[in-house]
């Protein structure tokens, strides 16, 4: 007992002797609600012995701001279990924008399904945010992946992207139905999936062709986002469009692709 004691002693001096100047430092302003201190989710793992004061902030501080910038920290920083207490804490925050945060930091310390992963699933087939959020969890095991696609809304599907191969064929589905909004969806979850454009902007192309300046306004948004998140092949491939006789299609791939 009393080298299990003393070796749980050693533990706790490690711990508390760990410390990062430059979180400490950011922490501070933070609480002030200094702006310098969103800093603080900017740092890497070489700040990770600052996690003990971060984990500490979370523990004294309840604000939203504070919890958000703390957990992107966590995840930044590659934080192990020893954040798991804080994060289940923050999993039950009442503001959505924390608990689906710190959802997605448990389920990328636990490195498996849980709770917190079927709730963001579920959210996001409903919430923009949390389906923003979803894209960044860590790859899914084949199981999980799996499971998740089978009754998967095509937002969620789109969120997971490679991932979910296996729904695919419920995408090419999706692809041919009557309502645009489905088929838009479709399209954005194929390119995802596939991480080939060529389908989607097909789509996209023959809707933008259209006078609905709300489409329009919507195939625009994909298309930047598209680029972002795969800028090579999305350019190469909206390129076919460059010309196009439909002078408000042609313009904004023009626009898009920088003249």
Same mark, same amino acid.
């Given at each position: 007992?009393?080298?299990?004691?003393?070796?749980?002693?050693?533990?706790?001096?490690?711990?508390?002797?760990?410390?990062?100047?430059?979180?400490?430092?950011?922490?501070?302003?933070?609480?002030?609600?200094?702006? *310098?201190?969103?800093? #603080? +989710?900017? %740092? &890497? !793992?070489?700040?990770?012995?600052?996690? @003990?004061? =971060?984990?500490?902030?979370? /523990?004294?501080?309840?604000?939203?701001?504070?919890?958000?910038?703390?957990?992107?920290?966590?995840?930044?920083?590659?934080?192990?279990?020893?954040?798991?207490?804080?994060?289940?804490?923050?999993?039950?925050?009442?503001?959505?924008?924390?608990?689906?945060?710190?959802?997605?930091?448990?389920?990328?310390?636990?490195?498996?399904?849980?709770?917190?992963?079927?709730?963001?699933?579920?959210?996001?087939?409903?919430?923009?945010?949390?389906?923003?959020?979803?894209?960044?969890?860590?790859?899914?095991?084949?199981?999980?992946?799996?499971?998740?696609?089978?009754?998967? *809304?095509?937002?969620? #599907? +789109?969120? %997971? &992207? !490679?991932?979910?191969?296996?729904?695919? @064929?419920? =995408?090419?589905?999706?692809? /041919?139905?009557?309502?645009?909004?489905?088929?838009?969806?479709?399209?954005?979850?194929?390119?995802?999936?596939?991480?080939?454009?060529?389908?989607?902007?097909?789509?996209?192309?023959?809707?933008?062709?259209?006078?609905?300046?709300?489409?329009?306004?919507?195939?625009?948004a994909l298309w930047s986002d598209m680029l972002r998140t795969m800028p090579e092949k999305a350019r190469a491939d909206l390129a076919r469009f460059r010309d196009d006789e439909n002078e408000a299609l042609r313009g904004s791939v023009?626009?898009?692709?920088?003249?």
């Open positions: 007992m009393r080298g299990a004691a003393a070796t749980l002693l050693l533990l706790l001096l490690v711990c508390c002797a760990r410390h990062d100047p430059e979180v400490e430092r950011l922490l501070a302003l933070l609480s002030e609600g200094q702006r *310098e201190g969103r800093q #603080l +989710a900017e %740092l &890497g !793992p070489e700040h990770a012995d600052g996690i @003990p004061a =971060i984990l500490r902030t979370m /523990a004294n501080d309840d604000r939203r701001n504070v919890q958000v910038i703390c957990i992107e920290a966590l995840l930044r920083m590659e934080a192990g279990r020893e954040a798991k207490g804080a994060l289940e804490n923050a999993a039950a925050h009442e503001d959505v924008m924390v608990s689906d945060l710190a959802c997605l930091a448990l389920w990328k310390v636990d490195g498996a399904r849980d709770p917190g992963l079927d709730r963001l699933v579920a959210r996001a087939s409903a919430d923009p945010r949390a389906a923003f959020l979803l894209r960044r969890a860590p790859p899914l095991p084949p199981t999980v992946a799996a499971e998740l696609a089978a009754g998967a *809304e095509l937002s969620v #599907l +789109a969120a %997971l &992207g !490679p991932a979910v191969t296996v729904a695919l @064929p419920r =995408i090419e589905e999706a692809l /041919a139905s009557n309502e645009l909004d489905t088929r838009l969806r479709a399209a954005e979850a194929h390119y995802r999936v596939t991480q080939d454009p060529k389908r989607a902007n097909d789509l996209f192309a023959q809707e933008f062709r259209g006078d609905n300046l709300f489409i329009r306004q919507r195939i625009y023009r626009e898009l692709l920088g003249g």
